[in-house]
């Protein structure tokens, strides 16, 4: 199986985790903002960052799928 995000679907992960991290975190003021700053500015959906994160996301989501299936195949039926 393959599994790939594109580069809006990263975004909005991204988007998503940073927005619940903020929630549930009590930041200072000036913390919270320099953060929203950072998402906002600097991890645009078409920017650098953003493409280097969606593409290590990618890798990370590949490597997992290979470790699963490796793990499936070896993994005697009789444990």
């Known amino acids: 199986m393959r599994l790939q995000l594109d580069l809006e679907?990263?975004?909005?992960?991204?988007t998503a985790i940073?927005?619940?991290?903020?929630?549930?975190?009590?930041?200072?003021?000036?913390?919270?903002a320099a953060i929203k700053r950072w998402r906002s500015e600097s991890?645009?959906?078409g920017?650098?960052?953003m493409k280097e994160l969606a593409a290590r996301i990618?890798?990370?989501i590949e490597r997992a799928l290979t470790n699963k299936t490796k793990?499936?195949?070896t993994r005697p039926d009789w444990k």
Do not use: C, K, P, V
């Open 58 to 60: 990618n890798a990370d």
């Open 43 to 45: 991890m645009r959906t």
């Open 9 to 14: 679907e990263s975004h909005q992960l991204f």
């Open 71 to 73: 793990s499936a195949i």
């Open 18 to 32: 940073i927005d619940s991290l903020i929630e549930d975190i009590s930041f200072a003021g000036a913390d919270g």
């Open 47 to 49: 920017s650098e960052g």
